[in-house]
């Protein structure tokens, strides 16, 4: 996938990058929405079909979420992609481990900490520009629940 970058403020934003904000605006009928992207002027176009974390609709005004950036189709401007409820660093506990399966849909983190190996999908790797880590990569993360 080619890089494309957008100049705004002091950051150059590139397609694949992980990106938060808050949703500013949502049509009537729920059929697309805008993110006021944090640090920057440009809003990112948003579909109810990326809005994994929020049951594929489009989130109350006001929700701080997180995702990834991507390409809108036939228009200039970027499209969110993944779009979960924001967690801060604050609010979650970090865990680190080593990557161990990658079944392209999901795989496998073998903790540090012991126990069960932790399940986890491409879309939460945000580090990774949403793809999984290769394996014997070691990560730090926090658990969504």
Known sequence: MEKEAVKES???LQV???????VIKRHEKGT???IQQDGHDEHVFLLPSQ???FDRKIPQLGT???YNLGTRPQR????ALGVYPEVSSQEAEQF???????????GFIRQDVGGDDMFVIPWSC??????LPDVGTRVVYSIMT
């Open 96 to 106: 680190s481990g080593t990557v161990i399966r990658d079944a392209g849909d999901y």
């Open 51 to 53: 809005c994994q974390g």
């Open 32 to 34: 697309h929405g805008f």
């Open 126 to 131: 945000t580090g990774f520009g949403g793809s």
């Open 16 to 22: 694949g990058d992980a990106a938060v904000g808050t």
């Open 76 to 79: 200039s401007g970027f499209m």
């Open 10 to 12: 002091s950051q150059v």
């Open 64 to 66: 701080r979420v997180s």
